[in-house]
């Protein structure tokens, strides 16, 4: 693995772990030219996984962008990149265990909402705000019954 400072070719491993519930290895890296430390990344390629938008378009399912989306809902939050990484693994693996190639927006929204509600409420608002489009308070009201209700409060 190249040096992303440098351009050395001969990083070295200093460390290694199971992420994503073992679904991928994050590395941690040292090149020893510039002493430069930097993380990877190692998971399993699987086909491709295309998306139907809501105007009906289609796209390549992108882990970066829904992990991208997850981290502006996550801001000023204690929730981690290891347990955001862990959520999109979970999502991935849902909708490859469907084992359909196509699979809509509306599906994947609704995947996060469901694992992201566990993991920080301010967050879960934050995404079903900008997914559920809300046009006013009462949308905010009406999704804070809703987390209340499964909550049991």
């Given amino acids: 693995m190249k040096c992303k400072k440098c351009q050395y070719d001969d990083t070295k491993v200093i460390e290694s772990r199971d992420v994503a519930e073992g679904e991928a290895t994050r590395r941690r890296r040292e090149c ?66 469907k084992g359909e190639p196509e699979t809509s927006s509306r599906d994947i929204g609704e995947l996060v909402i469901n694992n992201l509600a566990e993991l920080s409420e301010v967050a879960y608002v934050r995404f079903a705000s900008v997914y559920r489009r809300f046009g006013d308070i009462t949308g905010f009201e009406s999704e804070l019954a809703q987390l209340k209700a499964k909550k049991g409060v």
């Fill in 32 to 97: 020893p030219k510039c002493n430069s430390r930097f993380t990877t990344y190692e998971r399993f390629e699987r086909p491709q996984l295309v998306v139907i938008k809501n105007d009906g378009s289609r796209e390549l399912f992108n882990r970066s962008k829904l992990l991208a989306g997850l981290h502006r809902a996550c801001e000023k939050t204690p929730v981690t990149n290891v347990q955001l990484e862990a959520l999109v693994a979970r999502v991935e693996n849902s909708l490859y265990d």
